[in-house]
Nanobody
Framework: QVQLVESGGGLVQPGGSLRLSCAAS????????MGWYRQASGKERELVAG????????NYGESAKGRFTISRANGKSTVYLQMNSLKPEDTAVYYC????????????WGQGTLVTVSS
């Protein structure tokens, strides 16, 4: 069974930093992508950042560019999201996402971790 385990959410003051982690297990694929999405109260889920398993190609949502960095542990299906210069509008539930090929394209979501930016 494919599983995503997220950690690192919490309460932080504006201007502060947090690091989210997501470890994927239970799947076998040489080509996959992992990423982070977020959903604020009353809003649609949006892409924060993504990274591919091949060459670690990254992409970012507009709100994350210049402040957030996604990375992948070497040779492992674990990704990190370093979030700096956090703003109150970054408050949301952050979800880890995995897409991989196993005969067809499959997608798995984590349970979500709450990030609250407030003084």
């Amino acid at each position: 069974q494919v599983q995503l385990v997220e950690s690192g959410g919490g309460l932080v003051q504006p201007g502060g930093s947090l690091r989210l982690s997501c470890a994927a297990s239970g799947f076998t694929s040489s080509s996959y992508a992992m990423g982070w999405y977020r959903q604020a109260s009353g809003k649609e889920r949006e892409l924060v950042a993504g990274i591919s398993s091949t060459r670690d190609i990254t992409n970012y949502g507009e709100s994350a560019k210049g402040r957030f960095t996604i990375s992948r542990a070497n040779g492992k299906s674990t990704v990190y999201l370093q979030m700096n210069s956090l703003k109150p509008e970054d408050t949301a539930v952050y979800y880890c996402n995995l897409r991989y090929y196993s005969g067809s394209l499959l997608e798995v979501w984590g349970q979500g971790t709450l990030v609250t930016v407030s003084s």
